[in-house]
């Protein structure tokens, strides 16, 4: 867009000695010129003219080539997502769908950071990242092995989305927030703090 900008920037500057070049004859009496003139004038408009199509040119290019850019985001996003805890049988549906439920009634009323009015189903298909955040929070009262495989999945997908891809989303903030509440570092007792108190 800098480029683009910049493009039209020195486009419209090439084209301000060109507005008071009309056709022949309509100039105003006082600009009436001579011959040599005449030809300057003329060899000035070519070389304008030539600088414009060029400017054109480049413009063209530089929007094709943002349009390709475009069009390879929608391809990266329409591909299909990777599996899940779910599709690769960390966990079970129905032991998700419960997990989801006590964070609803259970953790949330703890800690009122994040509702979640969806049922396990739709927030793993609209929002998986928050349904991982959530599962994971709610995992500590199901299974300790299980907790400890769902954080890990977690927080790859932090680092995943966040750092490797450099994703900004609402969706993000709100696992985060999810996370930052509930999460407890389990394997190393140096990790440990408060956070342990807060169940």
């Known amino acids: 867009m800098r480029a683009m900008r910049a493009l039209l920037k020195e486009k419209s500057d090439g084209d301000g000695p060109d507005d008071c070049v009309g056709v022949e004859g309509n100039l105003p009496q006082e600009h009436a010129v001579g011959g040599s003139d005449k030809s300057r004038i003329h060899s000035h408009s070519q070389t304008s003219s030539s600088s414009t199509i060029r400017a054109q040119s480049e413009l063209i290019a530089a929007g094709q080539h943002a349009m390709l850019q475009h069009r390879q985001e929608d391809v990266a996003v329409a591909s299909p997502a990777k599996p899940d805890v779910v599709d690769r049988g960390i966990i079970s549906i129905e032991v998700a769908r419960r997990l989801v439920e006590h964070y609803q009634h259970n953790l949330y009323p703890q800690y009122p950071q994040v509702y979640i009015p969806c049922t396990a189903d739709e927030l793993r298909e609209t929002r998986p990242t928050l349904f991982l955040a959530v599962i994971a929070a709610g995992a500590e009262s199901e299974d300790s092995d299980l907790a400890n495989a769902l954080d890990t999945e977690v927080l790859q997908e932090y ?35 408060k956070t342990d108190l807060r169940r």
């Open 159 to 193: 680092a995943n989305r966040s750092v490797v891809q450099s994703e900004k989303s609402v969706e993000l903030v709100q696992s985060l927030l999810i996370s930052a509440v509930w999460y407890i570092p389990p394997n190393k007792f140096g990790q440990l703090g």
